[in-house]
Structure formats: C-alpha cells, structure tokens
C-alpha cells in the first residue's frame, strides 16, 4: 500500500444473514482484486457445515461427494425467497451447483459439509430444503421444524419431525467453516478454520449425553 493511502477494507464474498463462520476481508485495492480472481476461479474455496433435517446416511457417505445441481430463482410469491427452478423456466433462474456429503447420522438429524461452485443467494438453504432434508432452525425455508437442545426426548409431530420450540437454533444451522486460498502477494497457500458456535456445541454436547465439545474442532465423535 502506497504512503498515505487510505485504507479501505473490501468484502470477499459474503455470507448470509443467518450464517456464521468465516469472512475475508482484502486491506487494499490490488490484495482484493487478486482474492476476487481466485474466487471467480474457484481457487478460493470455502467449506461449510449444517445440520440437516433427515438421515442422509444412505444418500452418501463421508468419502464421496453428492451433486445438487437445480437452478435457483426468486420466490414469486415472497420476494425476500428464493426457490428452485428445476427446469429453469421462472423469471430471474440462474444455475446453481452445490457438493455435500454426510458426515455423521444422528437419526433424524445429520451433519453435513457443503461446498458451492456457485454463489446464489440463500443457495445452501434452497437446496437442501429442495431435495427434502431443510436446514434446522431455518424458519424461511423449514417453518416447520426446530431442535430441541435439552436432554429430554425430542418432541415430534406425526410426520416425525422435530417439533419442541424451545430452546431450539434461533437461526438456520449453517456454518462456514473452512477457507483456503492463496496469498494475494507471497502465494503462500492458507487454510483458515472457524470454531464452532455455541448453538452447534450444545447440539453436539446433547447428542453425547452432556459432554463438553471442542469449538475448535469440526469432531462430533
């Protein structure tokens, strides 16, 4: 950066309201333009985790990697949604492709990693809710559905979903949890790892009958 020249800070992407997790920032013009390339290249690569409604244990495992390739639209009825598009024929589609596989199984609930190869808004939320397995806790595409953190029995409806509001994600369970990118300058390559947040700790802690889990770590076991 030049002498005297005002620092000016320059989102990388972005992340959804909703979504916790990692955010790069770029320090100056040139730094940003060169992160910008590598995410348009799709050499900046960013993981995420959720906690899907369902057991997607048969779907796939944690070795292969599953396709979600369904355009994506705005909802003609609310414009603040989006929805899929599977034939492409509403106004405003746009490809999108999203990778997830299963990570563990906990019944009618399963950790998943997600990777984009297209940025749509809300594209993992849509998706998932799009192929039957929503985000928990997201209320704009899953209304219906909320995780009970306690350690009494999970309260369902007689479709079997999780249906108990209390204490519950307040939020759609979607982090961003890994980066990796090249070095603007030096090309060193980083991997970034964000810990978890509190509400995937106590899902964790719940479903290991109390005991404590490690933020920084992505293990379930």
């Known amino acids: 950066m030049k002498k005297n020249e005002t620092t000016r800070i320059r989102s990388i992407g972005r992340l959804d309201k909703e979504t916790s997790g990692i955010l790069l920032f770029a320090r100056n013009q040139v730094a940003a333009a060169r992160l910008q390339k590598q ?16 057991d997607l244990s048969e779907a796939n495992d944690s070795v292969f990697w599953k396709e979600i390739a369904i355009p994506l639209a705005p909802d003609p009825e609310n414009p603040m949604k ?6 492409g024929l509403l106004p405003g589609s746009r490809n999108a492709v999203t990778y997830y596989k299963n990570i563990k199984s906990f019944g009618n609930v399963t950790l998943v990693e997600l990777q984009l190869e297209t940025g749509r808004t809300h594209q993992i939320r849509v998706h998932m809710s799009g192929i039957g397995h929503p985000l928990l ?18 309260k369902k409806n007689t479709k079997g979903r999780i249906n ?9 369970a979607l982090h961003a949890w890994k980066l990796t990118f090249c070095h603007p300058f030096t090309d060193e390559i980083i991997t970034l790892e964000a810990p978890l947040p509190d509400d995937f700790c106590r899902f964790f802690e719940c479903k290991r009958g109390g005991k404590k889990h490690d933020r920084n770590t992505a293990n379930h076991k």
Do not use: H, V
């Open 82 to 87: 989006m929805t899929i598009s599977p034939d």
């Open 164 to 172: 108990n509001r209390n204490d519950c994600f307040k939020r759609a």
């Open 39 to 54: 995410r348009e290249e799709g050499k900046l690569q960013k993981k995420y985790l959720a906690l899907a409604e369902g």
């Open 137 to 154: 806790g997201d209320t704009m595409y899953n209304p219906g559905t909320c995780l009970n953190m306690s350690n009494s029995k999970e």
